[in-house]
């Protein structure tokens, strides 16, 4: 059965920083990999989208890498900014659609 | 821009009560889902639907579950005889016709039994 996990749960950071989310995955078996982003009370939006055969993909200041071998993906975000501040969730795609607990990030102004 | 809707955004029922709820996906997408997330926990997949049929389906989506697209813009999900333990937020998505393509999350229906 395919377990998600993200670390690190919580993140607090100043504006500017730049900084990396990660996502683990148990079974390498996967059509893609998804990152999103949540705001209190709100839907999902998807950010990124990785293929299976794909290495990394990138919009803007977000960059998400995926080594499907080793089952980690990672979510670069580069001079982070307030608005930034939400959870973020990766999602896979196997058999099922399996999403991760989500880091909260904080981005202090 | 398109977007996914979704109503009510708040539904309170009574247990044992049976709800609908009601999402209406982007226009030309042809591939519809179904999330769960429990209060402080995962999102988590309930059902796919496509070609007026389900093509996958979790260990949540069990017979108290079930999921029809009444008309050519609606599709929804009905819990016949709702538990405490099904209130949750509940999203629904719907994505055009290539495996490769995202999915877009409606803002979710807040459904509280008491």
């Known amino acids: 059965k395919q377990e998600v996990t993200q670390i690190p749960a919580a993140l607090s950071v100043p504006e500017g920083e730049n900084l990396v989310l990660n996502c683990s995955f148990t079974?390498?078996?996967?059509?893609?990999l998804q990152w999103f982003r949540q705001d209190p009370g709100k839907g999902l939006t998807s950010l990124l989208l990785?293929?299976?055969?794909?290495r990394e993909q990138t919009s803007g200041r977000l960059n998400a890498s995926l080594d499907k071998s080793s089952g980690r993906s990672t979510l670069y975000i580069a001079a982070s900014q307030p608005g930034d501040s939400a959870t973020y969730l990766c999602?896979?795609?196997?058999?099922?659609?399996?999403f991760g607990p989500g880091t909260r990030l904080s981005v202090l102004p | 821009e398109p977007e996914v809707t979704q109503t009510p955004s708040h539904q309170v029922t009574q247990m044992g009560q049976e709800v609908i709820l009601r999402c209406v996906p982007i226009?030309?997408?042809?591939?519809f889902y179904w999330y769960r997330q429990i209060l402080g926990q995962k999102v988590e997949f309930l059902v796919s639907?496509?070609?007026?049929?389900?093509?996958?389906k979790s260990e949540i989506f069990d017979d108290q579950f079930s999921v029809e697209r009444p008309d050519g813009s609606n599709f929804t999900l009905k819990i016949r005889s709702t538990k405490l333990e099904d209130s949750a937020m509940y999203f629904c998505?719907?994505?055009?016709?290539?495996?490769?393509?995202?999915?877009?999350f409606g803002p979710g229906t807040r459904l509280t039994v008491l």
């Open positions: 998505a719907s994505r055009p016709w290539t495996e490769t393509d995202t999915q877009y």
């Open positions: 079974d390498s078996a996967i059509y893609n």
């Open positions: 990785i293929q299976s055969s794909q």
């Open positions: 999602a896979v795609k196997g058999q099922n659609f399996v």
């Open positions: 226009s030309n997408h042809l591939y």
């Open positions: 639907f496509y070609n007026n049929e389900i093509s996958e």
